[in-house]
T-cell receptor, first 113, second 111 residues
């Protein structure tokens, strides 16, 4: 498997559910990112991890909880989401922090009902 | 915060035509990047620019880092149907690890 792999590709969840998004990269990259893509809005950075440490949390509500157990895996844990959280969630990685040539995954299309 | 104004929002062109799109920023950027996103996929990096005035090509694509460091341009020559997609500019300035993205230019190519 090459590149950045995100699972699931699609997710429908109720507002009271708890679910997790998974991102995996085997590119040997040290920095990983979560972005939110909503219709007609620019990509919004959510979280930045470098060598498994969170280095930036872009004022994201606590109902989104990231986890980076190792440099190849990144999770986004979701609980008590709102309908306006419906969006495409994109994971990206780069060789190191400060390198902006991201490799993106295909995203998880999340619908909150 | 930093904002990027990307234009046009969308364009319909005939196959074989050349395409131009641009991004302007309210503040100075040190890096400009252009990405393309196909339906159902994540963005893919097309070109990265690191120096004011830099002109870089990738096949039929050419991008420039504006001299003022507040703008960038992407040109596509002799468009083909597979050029269809959404093109995003992105820039990085000092002070954070954040890339600022434009809202995208949706390109449609009429065969």
């Amino acid at each position: 498997e090459t590149g950045v792999t995100q699972t699931p590709r699609h997710l429908v969840m109720g507002m009271t559910n708890k679910k997790s998004l998974k991102c995996e990269q085997h590119l040997g990259h040290n920095a990983m990112y979560w972005y939110k893509q909503s219709a007609k809005k620019p990509l919004e950075l959510m979280f930045v991890y470098s060598l498994e440490e969170r280095v930036e949390n872009n004022s994201v509500p606590s109902r989104f909880s990231p986890e980076c157990p190792n440099s190849s895996h990144l999770f986004l844990h979701l609980h008590t989401l709102q309908p306006e959280d419906s969006a495409l969630y994109l994971c990206a990685s780069t060789g190191q922090l400060g390198n902006y040539g991201y490799t993106f995954g295909s995203g998880t299309r999340l619908t909150v009902v | 915060g930093q904002q990027l104004n990307q234009s046009p929002q969308s364009m319909f062109i005939q196959e074989g035509e050349d395409v131009s799109m641009n991004c302007t920023s309210s503040s100075i950027f040190n890096t400009w990047l252009w990405y393309k996103q196909d339906p159902g996929e994540g963005p893919v990096l097309l070109i990265a620019l690191y120096k004011a005035g830099e002109l870089t090509s990738n096949g039929r694509l050419t991008a420039q880092f504006g001299i003022t460091r507040k703008d960038s341009f992407l040109n596509i020559s002799a468009s083909i149907p597979s050029d269809v997609g959404i093109y995003f500019c992105a820039g990085h300035g000092a002070g954070s690890y954040q890339l600022t993205f434009g809202k995208g230019t949706k390109l449609s190519v009429i065969p």
